[in-house]
């Protein structure tokens, strides 16, 4: 089984900088892809950021210029740095991550539990 534990949320004023991380722990074998993505109240949830194991990222329209997305493979974690933040950003922002664990040794998509980012103006 794979765990994802998502810590750094909180509230914050406009223009006002978070750090978000997750880290990926239980039987993995390796962590590809990792991502994340956000819902807010009576919204679908989406995509912020990905990134491969290689470092190939990727950012939805609205946070490009804004939030970095990194991680270290070492300690499979992946982090979400928001800078500029605005109260269209506030949303529960949830930890992806397809791993592969040594029982299965295929691919898996797991999610983290959510962490709130409140954003005031």
């Known amino acids: 089984q794979v765990q994802l534990v998502e810590s750094g949320g909180g509230l914050v004023q406009a223009g006002e900088s978070l750090r978000l991380s997750c880290a990926a722990s239980?039987?993995?074998?390796?962590?590809?892809?990792m991502g994340w993505y956000r819902q807010a109240p009576g919204k679908q949830r989406e995509l912020v950021a990905s990134i491969t194991r290689g470092g190939n990222t990727n950012y939805a329209d609205s946070v490009k210029g804004r939030f970095t997305i990194s991680r270290d493979n070492a300690k499979n974690t992946v982090y979400l740095q928001m800078n500029s933040l605005k109260p269209d950003d506030t949303a529960v922002y949830y930890c992806?991550?397809?791993?592969?664990?040594?029982?299965?040794?295929?691919?898996?998509?797991?999610w983290g539990q959510g962490t709130q980012v409140t954003v005031s103006s």
């Open positions: 992806n991550a397809d791993v592969i664990t040594y029982d299965l040794l295929r691919a898996a998509s797991y």
């Open positions: 239980g039987s993995i074998f390796r962590v590809n892809a």
